[in-house]
């Protein structure tokens, strides 16, 4: 499991859509979760960077990332999350402050993405997101939604696929911003 959370850490990193030490992974397993520490860099993430936590607030929540809520309630949430990647695309968030959707015109970006709604959480309410972020989830067929001004949420049934829809969101969100400077 290490090998995957490293490579996609390190395409995340390498396509620039974390810095040094932001966003996190996780992988739901039948009797808990994987996830990345706090403050600790996606690209060459080693056993040490990741730890196993229970759904119920363990030892292990301390050491987590600070996103660990919004991991753990959208696992209890949407059965269908196995996997979550929690990204700060500039791309993406940049458009996120202007915008209350993001409608990609590009091919690819129509093909897997249609509409990504932005969910406006203000930086002094964030401890609210980990009810707002799942509950979004719950009740959306989107498996990709933008935290305003913060970053990009998706999951689905790997990691891989999680990441790629990211991507995508990011390199749609690249187009659309060169459409705007072209106008």
């Known amino acids: 499991m290490i090998g995957e959370f490293r490579r996609i850490g390190d395409m995340a990193f390498l396509s620039h859509i974390v810095d040094a030490s932001s966003g996190n992974l996780s992988v739901r397993t039948k009797n808990g979760v994987w996830i990345t520490k706090t403050n600790r860099s996606l690209y060459n993430l080693r056993g040490k960077d990741i730890v196993k936590i229970g759904f119920k607030k363990d030892r292990g929540w301390d050491a987590a ?10 696992y209890k949430s949407v059965d269908s999350a196995k996997a979550i990647v929690h990204t700060h695309p500039p791309y993406t968030i940049t458009l996120s402050l202007k915008e209350k959707s993001i409608e990609p015109i590009d091919y690819e ?12 959480i203000p930086y002094n309410r964030w401890s609210d997101a980990k009810d707002i972020i799942p509950d979004y989830f719950a ?14 949420f998706a999951y689905s049934d790997t990691l891989f696929a999680a990441y790629q829809i990211t ?6 969100a690249k187009i659309l911003s060169f459409m705007k400077q072209l106008q």
């Open 65 to 74: 990332s600070s996103e660990v809520d919004i991991h753990i309630n959208l």
């Open 109 to 120: 970006g129509k093909l897997f993405l249609r509409h990504i709604d932005v969910l406006d």
């Open 139 to 152: 009740n959306s067929k989107n498996k990709i939604v933008i935290a305003k001004g913060h970053g990009v």
């Open 167 to 172: 991507s995508a969101l990011e390199s749609s």
